[in-house]
């Protein structure tokens, strides 16, 4: 095999690992574009495995509700799933999964890329050409240099920051790139790692070879941004579509529309069906009024993708007509609770402990919908990812607290008759308010107050993503969640993890460890291009992570949501870990 070739068999093999579920049945679409009958039936989640209602039915308007806004829909900065979902309608990147259920959609395809790249160099310079005939929204022509300037944008983070920035650690390499903003070269593309020999190549020069770099540039952060257009912070408010649709009337906490982008050109994007004539997101602060009007089917899909509500819940699974249209697959997340190490007492490993032996596993369960929201989870990697053992040093699998042990602890780190701290919650994810009063109850039986602090999820990034909020609000304990960037150790553990990642804010090391040898072992994992290898070293962090007590795993997350019958194409994304939005359609036309 060539270099290229083994690379690319590489980052297959690791993709295919990382499906625990069986392969996809299928179902091709029909000829027809009829009323999208056959293919997967509607059965309860048989979405999980295959394309449900398939049909090539253009037309309608696709109708999306959410309890939560979107944290940004600039490219650069959206980190939450239902966004990155939401980007597949309006941003395009060199390479990106397709709409497939299954082990398929793990495997990277070419978007704005003729073919997969060239890679050479021994793995470090990788060289891509761009597709013929594609454009932004405006009708100007994308280039490679649209697309070096969008992923220069990542570097500045003190204009755009809270998104990923993986790729600032592939490719700065030493050169302490500051971003476009404050980039001295003429036409602000001063980024000497990546290259733009002319409008429709872009070589990209690692330092090392990284076997997760495809992944990085399939993330928003590497989708082209015209520098023109480009207003810095204000771009999240307009951003340039260079996908099948473009972004409309965008309102903070109320919601926008997407409608069809007149310049994107089906022929140049394979990944993309863009069917409805238009796509509305509306926020709504009423979980339980969202699943009334997706019952009732005057909506189509809860954007979130968190679950139904415990109303909603009941109802469906006592009515099978209404549990024939849901969803309930397992996904690469995890919805814990982080324990910060810089906030007193928990700088303390034995007080930490305590908080793993008192909270109730079953209770934790329960509080995001029982058996429908996923198992029990024994430490901070998915079933799904390779490298995930059954580790349980805390005994979570029995799936109760362990009162004795719990106690032993607080005396161990000096405080016996426990301590107050502070639990943050999501008021906009009502599930993460019922996690955090059920770990509360448990803390409480052990000594340990803890007020819950809830605030609106759409601000992370600066209240619980911010290490200096959380340390003056005293907030030792975060409920929250996370699902993999993409299917590796790496692509769910680093950025929990990594303390060369710790940001002012978005960050998502909650717990702010900054370990030598978990970091090293983070490295060592980047350079190799063996799988199992990566995979191992995962495994040893994620036992260390454990044993340090930085996070209590609740469940291996596992959403019941409910989908209107109307809808086309239905089907869950691995990569995404929800339902892939892009791929819908709408069988009535309407």
Request: net charge positive; with cysteine.
């Amino acid at each position: 095999m060539t270099t290229r070739n083994k690379a690319l068999a590489a980052a297959v093999l690791v993709g295919a690992l990382a499906l625990t579920t069986s392969a996809c049945g299928g179902g091709s679409k029909s000829s027809d574009g009829g009323s999208g009958k056959g293919g997967g039936s509607s059965t309860f989640n048989a979405a999980a495995t295959s394309i449900v209602n398939p049909s090539t039915k253009k037309g309608g308007t696709l109708k999306l509700w959410s309890t939560q806004d979107v944290d940004s829909l600039d490219p650069a900065i959206g980190y939450y799933a239902f966004v990155w979902d939401l980007q597949r309608f309006y941003t395009r990147t060199l390479v990106n999964y397709p709409s497939k259920p299954g082990k398929d959609g793990l495997a990277l395809q070419p978007d704005l890329a003729e073919a997969m790249p060239t890679i050479t160099d021994g793995g470090k310079t990788y060289t891509f050409k761009l597709k013929q005939g594609l454009k932004f929204e405006d009708g100007t022509p994308i280039t490679s240099k649209d697309v070096k300037y969008g992923i220069e944008r990542v570097f500045a983070q003190d204009v755009i920051p809270n998104g990923p920035i993986y790729l600032i650690g592939d490719l700065d390499q030493g050169q302490k790139y500051p971003g476009p903003y404050k980039d001295k070269d003429k036409d602000k593309l001063g980024l000497k790692s990546v290259q733009t020999p002319d409008d429709s190549t872009i070589v990209f020069k690692l330092s090392q070879p990284n076997s997760d770099f495809l992944y990085h540039l399939a993330m928003g952060g590497a989708a082209p941004v015209p520098r023109a257009k480009d207003d810095g912070a204000s771009y999240a408010k307009h951003p340039v579509s260079s996908g099948p649709y473009k972004i409309q009337g965008y309102v903070a906490n109320k919601g926008f529309e997407m409608v069809r982008n007149p310049n994107w050109d089906a022929s140049t994007d394979k990944l993309r069906p863009a069917l409805p004539d238009k796509v509305t997101f509306t926020v709504t602060s009423n979980a339980d009024d969202l699943d009334s009007r997706l019952l009732a089917g005057s909506i189509d899909i809860d954007a979130g993708q968190r679950g139904v509500q415990t109303a909603a819940q009941g109802k469906i699974l006592r009515t099978p007509k209404l549990k024939a249209s849901t969803v309930d697959a397992p996904a690469a997340t995890i919805r814990y609770i982080s324990l910060q190490t810089k906030v007193k007492p928990f700088d303390n490993v034995n007080c930490r402990k305590a908080v793993e032996y008192a909270i109730n596993p079953t209770d934790q369960q329960t509080a995001r919908g029982g058996q429908w929201a996923g198992k029990i989870a024994t430490s901070m990697l998915p079933p799904s990812i390779p490298g995930s053992d059954t580790y349980d040093p805390y005994n979570l699998a029995a799936g109760k607290p362990q009162i004795d042990k719990a106690k032993e602890a607080l005396a161990a780190c000096g405080k016996p008759n426990g301590f107050s701290t502070t639990i943050a919650a999501r008021s906009t994810s009502p599930k993460d308010v019922k996690q955090a009063v059920a770990a509360q109850a448990a803390l409480k039986a052990v000594g340990i107050t803890a007020n819950v602090f809830q605030y609106d999820g759409s601000q992370s990034a600066s209240t619980v993503g911010s290490p200096a909020f959380m340390h003056s609000h005293n907030i030792g304990l975060n409920v929250f969640g996370w699902g993999s960037d993409y299917p590796t150790g790496s692509g769910f553990l680093s950025v929990l993890i990594d303390g060369r990642l710790i940001s002012k804010s978005g960050n998502n090391n909650y717990s702010e460890i900054n370990d030598p040898e978990i970091n090293g072992w983070i490295d060592d994992a980047a350079k190799s291009t063996d799988p199992a290898a990566a995979a191992a070293d995962y495994t040893k962090i994620n036992h260390k992570v454990m044993d340090l007590a930085l996070y209590v795993p609740g469940v291996v997350e596992q959403s019941l949501n409910y989908y209107n019958p109307r809808l086309t194409n239905v089907m869950f994304s691995q990569s995404l870990g929800m339902i892939d939005f892009s791929a819908l359609g709408l069988s009535d036309g309407k």
